[in-house]
Structures are given as C-alpha cells and as structure tokens.
C-alpha cells in the first residue's frame, strides 16, 4: 500500500511565500510521476505541476514563473515552492503519485488528503 503525506500549508498574505512538501511511502517500486493539483471552494479540481521520473516538469499557466516543483528522489519527497502568492492561490493542495508497485505490476495513482493554503491579509 501506498502512502502520500502533503504538509506547508496555512495561511499567507499577498505576495508572500510557502513550500508544501509531499512524502510519499509505502511499497513504491517505481515512481512514474508526481503532482500537485488544487481545488478551490466551488471549483473543480485543477492541476498546478507536475514531475516525472526523469525530472520533467509541467505547469499551470496561472502559476508559471511563480511556482517551482522539485522532487528528491532518494527520499521520495516533492515539493512546491510557492511565490508571489495572490487570493487566487487560495485552495487545497493535494499530493498525486503515479508509481508501480513491483517490476511487472501497473501503474496505480494515490492521493493525499490535502493541504490548505489561505492567501489573505
């Protein structure tokens, strides 16, 4: 079974600065891809970032420049440092890991349970 764990949220003023962190757990073989996603109240969830085994990453437009994901690879942890954080940036950050659990088993995804970020004066 796998595990994911996000921590760093909380509440932030316009324009400031948090990192979640994403520990990652469990009978993890391979580690495919890991992600960021988010869902604001009333929104459907969106995706933020992701990065890929080989250090491939993707962004959202509305947090491109501002957002940086970054993985260690030895200690299964990601990351996502955020910048310049508005109002907009409001909403609950989840964790996503595609991995593979043995040498011939398929992909399976695993989801955290969530992290808060509040960006408000």
């Known amino acids: 079974q796998v595990q994911v764990v996000e921590s760093g949220g909380g509440l932030v003023q316009p324009g400031g600065s948090l990192r979640l962190s994403c520990a990652a757990s469990g009978t993890i073989f391979r580690i495919l891809v890991m992600g960021w996603y988010r869902q604001a109240p009333g929104k459907q969830r969106e995706l933020v970032a992701t990065i890929t085994n080989s250090g491939a990453t993707n962004y959202a437009d509305s947090v491109k420049g501002r957002f940086t994901i970054s993985r260690d690879n030895v200690k299964t942890t990601m990351y996502l440092q955020m910048n310049s954080l508005t109002p907009e940036d409001t909403a609950d950050y989840y964790c996503?890991?595609?991995?593979?659990?043995?040498?011939?088993?398929?992909?399976?995804?695993?989801w955290g349970q969530g992290t808060q970020v509040t960006v408000s004066s």
């Open positions: 996503n890991l595609l991995s593979t659990s043995n040498l011939f088993g398929g992909p399976t995804t695993t």
